[in-house]
């Protein structure tokens, strides 16, 4: 089976407020609380140097919206692993499924 992540599908999952653009990395460091309170309201540990990361809003530089997207990617799946959020896959062929897939967390309807 195949599913896709969507990170901005997760923004809202996770309580996240990306106002400004996510591409800023004060906007970025101003959802470290959602993300970190996230993470331990569910019970997942973070490496140290991860939580620092996290808190940073993942540098300056271009890239750093690519880092914070791929962070709030896992977080979103793993919130649907833990059953807090339904999976969303489709109610149709299973072959559809298994070529196309669905991107993961999304509502169905």
């Known amino acids: 089976m195949v599913a896709e992540t969507y990170p901005a599908e997760f923004y809202g999952h996770l309580g996240l407020n990306l106002k400004g653009g996510?591409?800023?990395?004060?906007?970025?460091?101003?959802?470290?609380?959602?993300?970190?309170?996230?993470?331990?309201?569910?019970?997942v540990d973070?490496?140290?140097?991860?939580?620092?990361?996290?808190?940073?809003?993942?540098?300056?530089?271009?890239?750093?919206?690519?880092?914070?997207?791929?962070?709030?990617?896992?977080?979103g799946m793993l919130n649907v692993v833990f059953g807090n959020r339904e999976s969303g896959e489709p109610d149709i062929d299973d072959g559809v499924r298994r070529v196309e897939g669905w991107i993961l967390g999304q509502s169905a309807t």
Do not use: S
């Open 46 to 75: 973070l490496d140290p140097t991860l939580c620092a990361e996290i808190e940073d809003g993942f540098g300056a530089d271009a890239r750093g919206d690519d880092r914070f997207d791929a962070v709030v990617g896992l977080l």
């Open 22 to 43: 996510k591409r800023k990395q004060a906007v970025r460091q101003a959802n470290a609380p959602a993300l970190l309170a996230w993470a331990n309201g569910v019970g």
